[in-house]
């Protein structure tokens, strides 16, 4: 692999976290806001004229995942119905199939449209326990232009409070530049995804 600049490859790969598809090679720890940076590069890079709800889903969960050693369980659930969501795309173990708006952090975010940032879940007043090594989470809904709720990311975390103001608005960027380009969710199909680009860094 060609490093540029007459750099060893090995030196290099000690000072920078490299990110291959959904495998982060270790290296030199890198500062948040430096990180989202960069995984909203390969956002606006991976998704230039992607037109496929599912497919942006699953992108945008894959590259989470990957760049956050905190990021325990990431993914999205899905409007299926009114008062309903339904899992995926997600990276991790198993996670709840379905979650009623009137239930967990999920249905939280959900019913009012904001994110929910939990640093500990036990005093969460209906948590849904999908996974018992859950000590903290965030959830940000994606909100169409409109208004209308379309899905909510999902992030766990088996570390207590591990999401901090700058997880949620580097998320909150994420989540709405992908409801500005699915403007109608998984309705928008091919030829109706807008042409509005992927931010990037």
Do not use: N
């Not at 600049?5 to 290099?12: F, M, N, W």
């Not at 699953?58 to 009114?82: K, M, N, Q, S």
């Amino acid at each position: 692999m060609a490093t540029g600049d007459g750099d060893d490859p090995e030196s290099a790969s000690a000072r920078t976290p490299l990110l291959f598809g959904c495998v982060r090679v270790p290296g030199e720890p890198t500062a948040g806001r430096e990180l989202y940076a960069h995984v909203r590069d390969r956002l606006a890079h991976l998704l230039d004229g992607e037109d496929d709800w599912i497919a942006a889903l699953a992108t945008i969960a894959c590259e989470l995942h990957a760049a956050f050693d905190a990021f325990d369980w990431t993914g999205f659930y899905r409007v299926a119905r009114p008062g309903l969501l339904v899992v995926g795309p997600y990276q991790g173990g198993h996670g709840c199939l379905r979650i009623p708006f009137s239930r967990g952090v999920c249905g939280a975010a959900a019913r009012t449209l904001r994110t929910h940032r939990v640093d500990d879940v036990t005093t969460f007043p209906g948590h849904i326990a999908c996974s018992s090594a859950t000590r903290s989470e965030i959830v940000v809904p994606v909100v169409s232009p409109g208004g209308s709720l379309l899905a909510v990311l999902d992030v766990d975390s088996d570390q207590p409070a591990a999401f901090t103001e700058e997880d949620r608005i580097e998320l909150e960027r994420i989540c709405a530049d992908l409801a500005a380009r699915f403007p109608e969710g998984e309705a928008t199909g091919p030829g109706r995804v807008t042409d509005r680009p992927w931010k990037r860094a």
